[in-house]
């Protein structure tokens, strides 16, 4: 049984604002989700009641502290099907962990002369890290192009595939699209023919659908926190343990060491700690936990399923929009995520008005300014589904947008 929506919108307390003197409408779950009550308590408390810095004391606070953060870890290896917790490390984001994997994977282990494959889909965060390693170390980068549906030209994989490919990095879900990428059939096709690692950004699939590392035989899986109905400044890499062992730390510092001296030189700590200097986002940590536990309460299968129907509607109404140009096929798998444009009507004038109805919508080049190349448009507005939202917002959404319309022209 469907936890009712009508009840988990009662778990999100910023529902209940009113914006320009109409209540709430949140479309911007891709840029980042709100929060439940569940998660801001958890939070909440850490600081009133249980708060110390972890992987440091022998007192109480301290060490309920580290065993909380620890807890996360396993519970997030678990959420995701990782085969150990050490293969969990925090980050601030997806944008980190990926810089993390440049960083410290990519200047270590390749050469000049080699390849990186992304796909033309990706948001900045899967495109300008691997742009700054190849200048750096002389690589190649190899795009697998669009389709004017919104999907990948997938027949254009193997071809780009060759002895010198390194890595296949591709997002699970399209940012501005909404297209799910066929990634388990994507993924054996690339380990069939090269030895190449699979990195997927999954920063707008991890709250809709059930992720699973092992099932995916994915080398590095990266997602946000803040788009999980999660705080902000937490994220998570998981890699496989082979890999992580023989990696280099990318931040140095306090935690991340085995042994310092000023004679000797340094040792590491084993991972996951090895790629965590510093002082931990603890409150974050805890947050994500409190985000996982939210989620799997309601069930990911019933989550998906609510979106899924709820994105078939949206589509659907929206198409009948006069003017309404929509990017991305309905026909194939997707996520809630609607980009539009209204006839020759700037995103940003149709997102102000929108607004001003009290509906929150993303405006601009969503970070992917080469899908905006692509479909020759500078800006775009995006819908992006959550599974507070229901379908007296999406009618709402589609009478505003017609007034828009007649307002507009
Ligand atoms: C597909 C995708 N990848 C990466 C990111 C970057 O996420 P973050 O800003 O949380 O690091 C985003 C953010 O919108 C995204 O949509």
Known sequence: MMYPISKIKLDFPILNRKINSNKLIYFDNAASSLKPNYVIEHEM?????????????????????????????????????????????????TTESINLVAYSWGR??????????????????????WQVLAKEKGLLIRYIPLLPNGTLDLSKLLSLIDDN?????????????GIINPLKDIINQVKNISNSLVLVDGAQYIMHQKVDVQLL????????????????????????????????????????????????????NQVPWKFEAGSLNTAGIIG???????IKSIGLKQISLYEKLLTEYAFNILN???????????????????????????AYDVGSLLDTYGIAVRTGHQCALPIMDYFKINSVCRISLAMYNDYFEIDKLASVLTKINKILI
């Open 165 to 177: 490919t390194r890595l296949f990095a591709i997002t699970a879900a399209s940012n501005v699209l």
């Open 108 to 129: 270590k282990f390749l050469r000049s002369g080699d390849n990186i494959i992304i796909t033309e889909m990706e948001h900045h965060a899967n495109i300008v890290p």
């Open 320 to 346: 009948n929009i006069p003017n309404i140009k929509i990017y991305g096929s309905i026909t194939h798998n997707r996520i809630g995520v609607i980009s539009f444009n209204l006839g020759k009507h700037h």
């Open 217 to 268: 035989n994915c080398d590095f899986y990266v997602f946000s926190g803040h788009k999980m109905y999660g705080p902000t400044g937490i994220g998570i890499l998981y890699g496989k343990k082979y890999l992580l062992d023989n990696m280099l730390p990318w931040e140095t510092g306090g935690s991340m060491i085995k042994t310092v001296s000023l004679v000797k030189e340094t040792t590491f």
């Open 45 to 93: 408390n850490y600081y009133k009641y249980e708060y110390a810095a972890v992987h440091r004391g022998i007192h109480t606070l301290s060490r309920e502290a580290t065993n909380k953060v620890e807890q996360v870890r396993y519970k997030v290896a678990n959420f995701i099907n990782a085969k150990q917790t050490e293969e969990i490390i925090f980050t601030k984001g």
């Open 288 to 294: 994500l936990g409190a985000a996982i536990d939210y």
